[in-house]
């Protein structure tokens, strides 16, 4: 008997053993996601260039259709006793019909994203438990909202709930005695959230963020020298997952939460950031950089839901104000920055089309100049099947885009959404911007904006 059989029969012999000790639940879960952009006149727009960075908009109609498909699957095996779970998802993601490699001829090309790799178990005598791995870090919808490789304690002390977490989104070689173990995107992550009564939520956060490894950063040519527009305070990155050449010490503490009382709600989010960023970089070579002066961050972000529940209809006023930075060139970060979020409350500016690997920008903002957001929107229950919204929108720059103008414009959006059958949704949208004189900002040559807008479908089998 060769010594691999061997080794096999002992591994049977063993889980053989061990299989009732170690009964485990296996659960599998699919999100297949088959989506359209219909149409829209403004193809450069939504090519989903993080925060409008490098995108711009047309002066006359430039037409497009296309089709993708994002599917994801989610895997769980549990004990059977739920001490101890682990879970693996992967996606197939945003894939464009006719693209290469994954989605063009024969498909022979690979695009397989991890999106969540991790394992959570209790603690011995104890409901408080520890995760490790690929995982979701939800700290704030519009500070942090994504997965990212982590390890979180979650406990309970008394009505109060509470996390504790270290990530880290970056990892940078050490190639000196004299680095910094805390230096590669690390985050520390405290937050807190009660119940004080039936019809309230409450939390509260604190997140540290900290990277320093400008010394070890090497050029990459493969970037294309895009690297090379990204400095603090010149429009070059608008979310904290985006600084690479540069180091930072930010902290931001907010709170949030929710008030029912019958059929009215209100949702709110307070923020506020401060710190520094420092050792600016930009590249005028390979490997060759410049430096530009430290600075100080004081940014904060406001938001507000309130709502009614009216029979079947729901409608809701939505507000915000973000910060913005009304000069570029002085020692002071004025502008908000979020690390990771999705925003999907505007089908023009937002992920709010179906299509959502397409966008204008995936922040709550526009460039390091902010947003003041306001929109009423209202949904129906048409049936037990079918439901449709639509809303009204209106946006403007908390501070003044560089042709100086804020205005955006004025934004008209709709939906039906039809459960085809249990677990299948068939959905159409559609947004449409009347453009106001900010938007020429982003018009090259500074022409006026074409009135944007775009039609998006999408069939979702989720099981």
Known sequence: MSKFLKVMIVLLTIAAVAAPAMAAEFTFHGDLNNRFGLYTNQAGMFSGVENVNGTNVSDNDVDEFFADFKYRANTTAATNDGAVKGVLALEIGGIQYGTSPAGDYSGDGVKFEVRKAYTQFKLPNSDNSLSMGLQAL?????????????VQYRGKAGALDYKLAWA???EVLNTSSDDNLFKDADALVFRADMKP???VKAGAFLLYQRKENADNFTYNADDGGTQGAKS???????????????DYDIYTIGTDGKFTAGNLFVNWDLIYQGGSVDEIRSFTAANTFTNAANQDVSSYFLH????????KATFTY???????????????INNYLATDVDRADSVIFFEGGYTDDDYFTEAPYILNKGLILNKIAADLKVSKKTTVGGALLYLMTAEDLANGESALGTEIDAYVSHELYPNVEVALNAGYLVA????????VGGAEAENPYRVTSRIRYKF
């Open 318 to 332: 939505t507000g915000w104000i973000a910060s913005g930075d009304d000069d570029d060139t002085d020692d002071e």
């Open 304 to 311: 507000a839901d309130a709502g009614i529940k009216v029979g």
């Open 138 to 150: 939800t700290i704030n919808k519009f500070v942090w909202w994504e997965t990212v490789p982590s």
């Open 232 to 246: 603090a305070n010149s429009g070059g990155f608008y979310e904290i997952k985006q600084i690479e050449e540069t």
């Open 197 to 199: 009564a039936d019809n």
């Open 168 to 170: 880290r989104g970056n």
């Open 436 to 443: 106001d004189d900010g938007m020429n900002n982003f018009v």
